[in-house]
């Protein structure tokens, strides 16, 4: 008999540790959304910061990621605990979070710069829990299995969470704050206990969680950089991905500002992020099958033109009234679920490709240097928001002192809100064209076979 040379399947990631890893994405999607959603507005118009300095503060706090988290990850890849590399540095970033993030909502008795500065200590503060919980999280993927296909059906399932938890942080928050200073308070407050809950919950959660691989960790942190620059598919990833983000930054930045000025009802902020994150519920499945079909890169592509058409469309709301920006906005939403669950997939794939050919394990690197540009990069959309509203003349107050904005300050919305995510989510379709770490060439470089994803 000749023996099979066929790759065995590896073991599928059990249902428990699943769940385990999945509720964790609670964190990721309330501090991405939230922010993002809230807190140029909460600036803008609840402690009338002016809109350039609002963006300033929201961005500048990410600019430390770009430090913290490279370190984060290497000193994740070099732990050795009974708790395995990643677990504790999640146990710490679960103690920090939460109550600096209830603090940067906290709503001081301060206006304008005062103000700008109390929020922004405490989001610096916050900003560095989430990079030391976020970073070992997210390169669990990569060592639960080996699988090409597993690994977005593992996904699948951290994509369901972050869909609950976005419908949370854009529906439930915005109706919370009410565009009232206690209202931010008790925001703050109450998803300051459901970050907690969700962070210890995925520590304990994922004690099961399988490690594969034998791979050491690279000796240290320049050589580890050195090797992320040196790798061709997370340097395509890193750009592809970094245009999605902003793309969907700006979005989120400018909601508030597009539901209370052009669509009007500034509670449509709740609706249009249902319309947002519904699709992320229905389609996961779809976008799953749709990778094997096409490849990640081609779902990819797919993603970004729905999220492109959907951007175009939503500037025209202006005429076509209230309802028609939900419909955009339900389009906007499938590709966005593309989009965020291919993103992680790959960088899996990735990091799987790098420990193949180096034996070397970095995946910490690799994810601290992605979620640093991430969090920047997303922070940035409310600087350009900041920046668009400044130019368009937008006038920032307090609930106690409402203004008229002029029409170029309306003008600048529906251009921040359409047709700048427009031309960056282009942007990122064009590099994708350029990402070649296909199923096949992986299979190749890291001997495994790539199979059906379970369908528990």
């Not at 209830?102 to 005062?114: E, M, R």
């Not at 079909?293 to 076509?320: E, Q, S, W, Y």
Request: charged fraction near 10%; charge should be positive.
């Amino acid at each position: 008999m000749i023996p099979s040379t066929t790759a065995p399947r590896p073991q599928a990631v059990s249902r428990g540790v699943r769940l385990g890893y999945g509720v964790g994405s609670f964190c990721t999607a309330t501090f991405s959304a939230i922010p993002g959603l809230l807190l140029l507005f909460y600036m803008t118009n609840i402690l009338a910061v002016p809109a350039w300095l609002a963006g300033v503060v929201v961005f500048a706090p990410k600019a430390w990621d770009l430090i913290i988290n490279p370190l984060v990850g290497q000193w994740s890849d070099r732990t050795v605990s009974r708790w395995g590399p990643r677990r504790p540095w999640m146990l710490a970033g679960s103690i920090i979070l939460p109550v600096a993030f209830a603090l940067t909502f906290a709503g001081p008795p301060l206006t304008g710069t005062p103000a700008a500065l109390f929020v922004g200590v405490f989001f610096l503060i916050a900003a560095t829990g989430y990079a030391l919980y976020e970073v070992p999280y997210k390169v669990m993927p990569s060592e639960m299995t080996d699988d090409y296909h597993e690994r977005t059906s593992l996904l699948q399932w951290r994509m369901i969470f972050v869909a609950l938890s976005v419908a949370l942080s854009g529906i439930i928050a915005p109706a919370i704050a009410a565009h009232s200073l206690d209202g931010y308070r008790s925001m703050g407050i109450i998803f300051a206990v459901v970050l907690f809950v969700a962070m210890i919950a995925s520590f304990f959660g994922t004690a099961r969680a399988p490690l594969t691989g034998s791979s050491e960790p690279e000796a240290n942190l320049r050589a580890q950089l050195a090797a992320a620059r040196a790798s061709r598919p997370f340097l395509w990833l890193l750009g592809l991905s970094s245009a999605q983000t902003l793309s969907a930054g700006v979005m989120l930045a400018g909601a508030p500002y597009f539901a209370s000025y052009i669509v009007k009802d500034p509670a449509a902020t709740s609706t249009l992020f249902a319309a947002l994150v519904g699709p992320m519920l229905i389609t996961m499945p779809l976008w799953v099958w749709l990778a094997r079909k096409m490849d990640k890169r081609g779902a990819m592509i797919l993603a970004g033109a729905l999220f492109l058409t959907g951007a175009l469309l939503t500037g025209l709301t202006p005429v076509f009234g209230a309802l028609y920006a939900h419909l955009t906005t339900v389009i906007v939403g499938v590709g966005y679920a593309g989009l965020t669950l291919l993103q992680f997939s790959m960088l899996a794939d990735v990091i799987a490709h790098d420990s193949a050919t180096s034996g070397k394990r970095r995946g910490g690197v690799f994810t601290g240097l992605w979620t640093a540009v991430e969090s920047a990069v997303s922070a940035l959309g409310a600087l350009v928001v900041g920046a668009v509203l400044a130019t368009g003349g937008f006038i920032s107050s307090d609930p106690e002192h409402p203004v008229t904005q002029p029409g170029s300050a309306l003008t600048a919305i529906v251009v921040g809100q359409a047709i700048i995510p427009a031309v960056i989510i282009f942007i990122g379709i064009l590099m994708t064209l350029k990402y070649h770490l296909t199923a096949g060439h992986l299979a190749k470089v890291t001997g495994t076979e790539a199979t059906a994803p379970p369908t528990s």
